[in-house]
């Protein structure tokens, strides 16, 4: 079970540009949340998306958007990038338990840098 | 939402048992309680998770007191590769509610020979 995969690993790009990252959720999960995570701080929660459609959504502007497909991979895309933008963002999948919890892989992350 | 609150850092040496403990005092009754472990540049990794009394699995114990508001993450014998940031979490188990689910900053965990 090759886990959550992201890609790509790292990347830098200028301010206004346009991004987008993605992600390969857990094999049998159908669940994917993204993260944005500044250095030093814990991870803060963007979106989550469930049968390719958001379903919930953390307090970030409209230049994040993200989109699920048929096979449950996800893209995160971020427009008009800003310096503060700077960050890891991690991609977690999940999938219900037999209790009604939940448990979250998180991938590797993406670490972008805006310059 | 269920704010959690931990100690910013520990230290402790190999083969030390350790505990970080996390206040969570509006802990609301469909929380859970889960703890995660990041490394630099990697994705948080999860531990344990429980609703309540003592939870074990095979890398670490979960302590939760009757009354829900706060709860021990214990590591057994600790080695040099347990240096980390830990995550007390706390959020409503259900599946449709993972924007509740707040990391807070976290505890720098430093182990030492």
């Known amino acids: 079970d090759a886990g959550v995969t992201q890609s790509p690993t790292h990347l830098i790009k200028t301010r206004g540009q346009q991004v987008t990252l993605r992600c390969s959720p857990k094999?049998?999960?159908?669940?994917v949340s993204w993260y944005q995570q500044a250095l030093g701080q814990g991870p803060q929660f963007i979106f989550q998306y469930y049968e390719e459609e958001e379903r919930q959504r953390g307090n970030f502007p409209d230049r994040f958007s993200g989109h699920q497909f048929p096979n449950y991979s996800s893209e995160l895309n971020v427009n008009a990038l800003l310096l503060g933008d700077s960050a890891l963002y991690l991609c977690?999948?999940?999938?219900?338990?037999?209790?009604?919890?939940?448990?979250?892989?998180f991938g590797p992350g993406t670490r972008l840098t805006v310059t | 939402l269920a704010k959690t609150t931990q100690p910013i850092s520990m230290d402790s040496y190999e083969g030390q048992e350790v505990n970080i403990t996390c206040s969570h005092n509006?802990?609301?009754?469909?929380?859970?309680i889960t703890w995660y472990q990041q490394f630099p540049s990697q994705g948080p990794r999860f531990i344990i998770q429980?609703?309540?009394t003592k939870v074990t699995n095979e890398v670490a114990s979960l302590f939760i007191p009757a009354d829900r508001k706060s709860s021990t993450l214990s590591l057994p014998r600790v080695s040099l590769s347990d240096t980390a940031v830990y995550y007390c979490?706390?959020?409503?188990?259900?599946?449709?509610?993972?924007?509740?689910?707040?990391f807070g900053s976290g505890t720098r965990l430093s182990i030492r020979p």
């Open positions: 509006n802990i609301a009754t469909n929380d859970y």
């Open positions: 094999s049998g999960h159908d669940t």
């Open positions: 977690a999948s999940s999938a219900m338990t037999g209790t009604g919890s939940y448990e979250q892989y």
């Open positions: 979490l706390v959020g409503d188990g259900r599946y449709s509610s993972a924007s509740k689910i707040i």
């Open positions: 429980g609703y309540k």
